[in-house]
């Protein structure tokens, strides 16, 4: 049984096209970064929505990005197991979504 999805929303002055780009490389670079304990397993683009899901340390993760002009929220999916971490994953978000669409 899953969690109720955690949603973040990460405002930024991109513009859509640059945001996605951003987006996409953060997904290389964190399985780049975490590929010991993150399995991207689908990841699949219909337009400006990002569906993915991925396992960490062997439990399932879901969500979707949908990414406009001016913002792009995360809306993220937990599996029970990871509970009582629903607080720092969504910090997590927060602050790597943060990194990738800050700046010019």
Known sequence: ?????????????????????????????????????????????NGDRLSFRAAVLGQTVTGTIDVADDSAQAAVRL???????LKPAEELVQKEGAEILSGP
């Open 79 to 85: 599996s029970w197991f990871w509970g009582h971490m």
């Open 1 to 45: 049984m899953d969690l109720e999805p955690f949603v973040v929303t990460l405002p930024h002055r991109l513009g859509k096209a640059e945001a996605t780009r951003r987006i996409k490389a953060g997904i290389e670079s964190a399985r780049t970064r975490y590929g010991a304990q993150l399995k991207v397993s689908e990841e699949k683009w």
